[in-house]
C-alpha cells in the first residue's frame, strides 16, 4: 500500500513529497522534518533552546535507535554504506523531489519570517567537499545550511556516547564515515574501547569484530588469551573474523591454529552430545562393532541396506516414536490435537522464536534450542582454509571424527538417521549440522586418499632414481667366464665390482679417474658358474663326398699317407665284403 505525503508551505508552494510502501516507513518524514527542525533551531533559536538539542537526540536515539540520528544528517535517506551493504535496493525509488522543475520562487515565503528571499546563487545545490548533495537540501537558505556542520558535530558526539555504552562494528565504521577527521576520531573511538573491552561478552564480540578491522592482531591475542571465556556460541562469527586476522601474522599464526582446531572439535563435540537425545544407544559397544562391520561392505552389497535401517531401529532411543498418551487419548475423544504435546518432543511448538530472527532479546532461548552449529562448524573451516598450516589441522579432525562418529563415513547411515528426525522441526538444526558434518568428512577423506597416492607416488619416483645411480655406477675390474655352446661359439659374460688395488689405480689413465662408491655391501668376488656338461651326442651335418675306386682320395687319411684311406677302407670293404655277400640274395616283391 503506497502511502503519498506532501510537504508545503503557507504559500501552498511544496516542498517535499514522498510515496511510502507502507505507513511503517513514515520514519522518513519524521527525520527529514526533524533535521529541518534541528537546523531551525540552531539558526534562530535561542541558547536555551539549542541546550535542548543533546535531549532531544538523546530520546531519538532511545526510540528509534542510533541508526536514526545517522539518517538525520541525511534527511531520513538510507546512509551510503547502508546503500552498498544492498546494492540491489533503491533507497529513493519511493521519494519525489518535487523541486526539480520548480522555479527558484517555490522555496520562499513572504508570510515566513525564518527564510528570507535571497540571492539566486544561494539556491544552487550546496555540495559538500567529498562532492555529495545527501546532506544538503535545495529550500535550504544560506542561514540554514550553514548550520549543517554543527549539527553534523553535535550527531556525532550523541553516536560516540552511545558507542561508549554498547559498541558495535556498525556503529564504529558509521562514525568513521561520517566524521571530518577520520584518524582523530579511530583513535578516541579505541581509546574508549580498550577500557571496556572485556566488561561484559557483548563488548568483548565487538572488540574482536573492530580489531579485525582495523587488523590489531595483538590487541586480539591479548584479547584472547585472557578472556576467552566470554565468548558465546553466537559470538562465532566475531570469533572467527579475530582468528583469521591473527593466521594473516606469523607470529600469532600458531595460535590461530590452535583456536581453529579446538572452536572445530567443540563444534564436533556439540554436534555428538545433541545427537544422543534422539539416538541414545550410539555409544553402546554392540552398536559400535556393528557399524564398523557395515562400513566393511561394499555401498550396494546384497543385505547392507537392512543391516544399516536395523542399526539405525538399535541406535535409536527407547519410546521416542511412540504415541502421546495424552493426544491418543484426544484422538479417541474427538478433541482437537495440539501439536506437539509432549514438552521434550518440540521446546516451542507454536514457532515463537522464528518470529523475528533479528530480536536480540530471543538470542538466549536460541542459542538453547536452535543452535546455529552447521554455520558454525562451516564457518571455521571456511577460516581454516585462509590461514597457512591449516591442512594438518583439518585432517587431524577429521581423524577424531572418524573414531567419536564413525556412522559419519556412509552417507546412506546419515542419510537414514537424518530420515528420522526429518519429520520433527526442533531437531532440524541437528539434521543440517549432520549433513554439514558429514560433507566435511567426504571431502577431507579425499584429500587424505591423494596426499597418501601423492607419497606413494614420491616414495616410488625417490626409490628408482636411487636404483638408477646405483646401476650407473662406474665398474674398475670385470671378470669373463665362458661357457661352450652346442650350436654356436658364443661365450657369456658376468662382471662383479671388485674394490681397486693400489696397482690398478696406477695403471688406469689420467684422464678417467676411479672413484669406487661407497661400500652399500661387503665386496666379494663373483662364485664361478658351474662347468656346463658333456654332450652325450654329437652330431655332424656336413657333407663329405667320397670317391669310389681304390685309388682313394689324394690326402691320405688315418691308414697313412700311401695307403687308401678311408676311400679304400670302404671301396674295398664294398667290394669284395658285403658286395659279394649280398650279389647272390634275391630280391623279394
Known amino acids: 500500500m503506497f502511502v503519498p505525503i506532501t510537504l508545503k508551505r503557507k504559500s501552498g508552494k511544496v516542498v517535499k513529497s ?23 533551531l540552531l539558526a534562530t533559536g535561542s541558547q536555551k533552546q539549542i541546550q535542548k538539542i543533546p535531549d532531544m537526540l538523546d ?11 545517522e539518517r538525520l544528517l541525511f534527511g531520513g ?39 528570507q528571499p535571497v540571492a539566486n546563487e544561494d539556491w544552487l545545490p550546496k555540495i559538500s567537499q567529498e562532492g555529495a548533495t545527501t546532506l544538503y537540501s535545495k529550500h535550504w537558505s544560506h542561514r540554514i545550511s550553514s548550520q549543517m556542520q554543527q549539527f553534523r558535530l553535535r550527531v556525532q558526539t550523541a553516536m560516540i556516547e552511545v558507542f561508549k555504552v554498547t559498541p558495535s562494528l556498525r556503529l564504529f565504521s558509521a562514525l568513521l564515515s561520517n566524521s571530518p577527521d577520520r584518524d582523530t576520531t579511530e583513535a578516541e573511538l579505541l581509546s574508549h574501547l580498550s577500557e571496556m573491552a572485556t566488561s561484559c561478552p557483548e563488548t568483548f564480540a565487538a572488540a574482536l569484530d573492530i580489531y579485525a578491522s582495523v587488523n590489531n592482531t ?28 591473527m593466521g594473516a ?3 600469532h599464526q600458531q595460535r590461530a591454529l590452535e583456536m581453529i582446531e579446538k572452536e572445530l572439535l ?39 541396506q537392512d543391516r544399516v535401517e536395523r542399526w539405525v531401529d538399535a541406535v535409536s532411543t527407547p519410546g521416542m516414536n511412540a504415541p502421546n498418551p495424552m493426544a491418543l487419548a484426544a484422538m479417541v475423544m474427538g478433541l482437537p490435537i495440539v501439536p506437539a504435546m509432549d514438552g521434550t518432543e518440540d521446546a516451542d511448538p507454536l514457532g515463537y522464536l522464528d518470529l523475528d530472527p533479528q530480536d536480540p532479546d530471543m538470542e538466549d532461548l536460541r542459542d538453547e534450542f536452535r543452535p546455529r552449529l552447521k554455520q558454525r562448524f562451516e564457518g571455521w573451516a571456511d577460516t581454516a582454509i585462509t590461514v597457512r598450516g591449516a591442512s594438518v589441522v583439518l585432517l587431524k579432525v577429521y581423524r577424531e571424527l572418524m573414531q567419536t562418529m564413525p556412522f559419519l563415513r556412509a552417507s546412506d547411515v546419515v542419510e537414514d538417521m537424518a530420515g528420522r528426525l526429518a519429520d520433527k522441526p526442533s531437531k532440524q538444526y541437528l ?14 577423506r579425499r584429500k587424505a586418499q591423494a596426499l597418501k597416492a601423492e607419497q606413494k607416488r614420491r616414495a616410488n619416483a625417490a626409490a628408482q632414481t636411487n636404483t638408477g645411480s646405483l646401476n650407473h655406477t662406474p665398474v674398475s675390474t670385470s671378470t669373463f667366464t665362458s661357457t661352450p655352446s652346442t650350436s654356436t661359439s658364443a661365450s657369456a659374460s658376468t662382471s662383479t665390482y671388485v674394490a681397486p688395488t693400489v696397482a690398478d689405480v696406477a695403471d688406469s689413465p689420467p684422464s678417467r679417474p676411479e672413484t669406487p662408491p661407497p661400500p652399500l655391501e661387503p665386496a666379494m668376488p663373483a662364485p664361478p658358474p658351474p662347468a656346463a656338461p658333456a654332450p652325450l651326442f654329437t652330431l655332424y651335418t656336413g657333407h663329405v663326398t667320397v670317391p669310389l675306386g681304390p685309388g682313394g682320395p689324394a690326402v691320405g687319411g688315418p691308414f697313412g699317407p700311401g695307403g687308401a684311406g678311408f676311400a679304400g677302407a670302404f671301396g674295398a670293404f664294398g667290394a669284395g665284403g658285403l658286395g659279394g655277400g649280398f650279389a647272390d640274395m634275391d630280391d623279394v616283391d
Open 18 to 40: 514522498w510515496e511510502l510502501n507502507g505507513a511503517h516507513n513514515i520514519e522518513e518524514v519524521l527525520q527529514f522534518i526533524w533535521r529541518d527542525l534541528f537546523l531551525s
Open 59 to 69: 530520546d531519538i536515539e532511545e526510540l528509534m535507535g542510533w541508526t536514526a540520528l
Open 77 to 115: 535517506r538510507k546512509c551510503p554504506h547502508d546503500i552498498e551493504e544492498c546494492p540491489d535496493e533503491d533507497p529513493y525509488a519511493f521519494d519525489t523531489e518535487s523541486d526539480i522543475d520548480e522555479d527558484e520562487d517555490a522555496f520562499t515565503d513572504e508570510d515566513s519570517d525564518l527564510d
Open 218 to 245: 595483538d590487541a586480539i591475542a591479548s584479547l584472547l588469551k585472557t578472556h576467552t571465556h566470554l565468548v558465546r556460541p553466537r559470538d562465532a562469527v566475531a570469533l572467527q573474523s579475530a582468528v583469521n586476522t
Open 249 to 251: 601474522n606469523p607470529t
Open 266 to 304: 567443540d563444534t564436533a563435540h556439540a554436534v555428538r552430545v545433541a545427537l544422543l537425545g534422539p539416538f541414545s544407544l550410539l555409544e553402546t559397544p554392540e552398536n559400535r562393532t556393528e557399524i564398523e562391520q557395515i562400513l566393511k561392505l561394499r555401498q550396494a552389497s546384497a543385505g547392507r
Open 431 to 444: 539434521v543440517d549440522a549432520v549433513d554439514a558434518l558429514s560433507a566435511f568428512v567426504r571431502v577431507q
